[in-house]
């Protein structure tokens, strides 16, 4: 009985190993057009916020970069956010052309120091007519001398 029941075990775990790596190939990709990103906020010295962006293509695209950036300051360590600027991929010309992938960065000067900041930032692919945007918030950093 015991034989059995550690049989039953190991089969069931072995089933539900192979149904999460399943489903982590069908999620594998992010898009028909994206196949990752990630964005991602550091304090530099001085009060400067860096916002980085890496933006991977499923295949060479016509474009692919950032979107827009909104940067948000905080000054009651997170619980409330506000807005201070919203930049376009006019303003910040962080994309690339004919090409499978963008890394680039932004840096925001017009910090307080003490204060956390974030940003909301827009990362796309666009191929053939078609396309997709993500939007996504980086994490939070506090502005530093």
Request: aromatic share 12%.
């Amino acid at each position: 009985m015991r034989k059995k029941s550690y049989r039953c075990c190991a089969i069931l775990l072995v089933c539900a190993v192979m149904v999460g790596l399943l489903m982590n190939v069908a999620f594998a990709r992010a898009s028909e057009y994206l196949m990752g990103y990630g964005v991602w906020a550091t304090a530099k010295s001085d009060g400067v916020v860096r916002i980085h962006a890496d933006v991977e293509a499923v295949r060479t695209s016509d474009e692919v970069g950032v979107s827009y950036i909104t940067v948000q300051e905080s000054d009651d360590g997170g619980k409330t956010w506000t807005t201070l600027k919203k930049y376009t991929k006019e303003e910040l010309e962080m994309y690339e052309q004919d090409t499978p992938a963008y890394y680039g960065t932004f840096d925001f000067e017009d910090t307080v120091i003490g204060r956390d900041y974030r940003a909301l930032v827009g990362v796309y692919a666009e191929r053939n007519g078609g396309g997709d945007l993500r939007s996504v918030y980086t994490n939070e950093v506090t502005a530093k001398r």
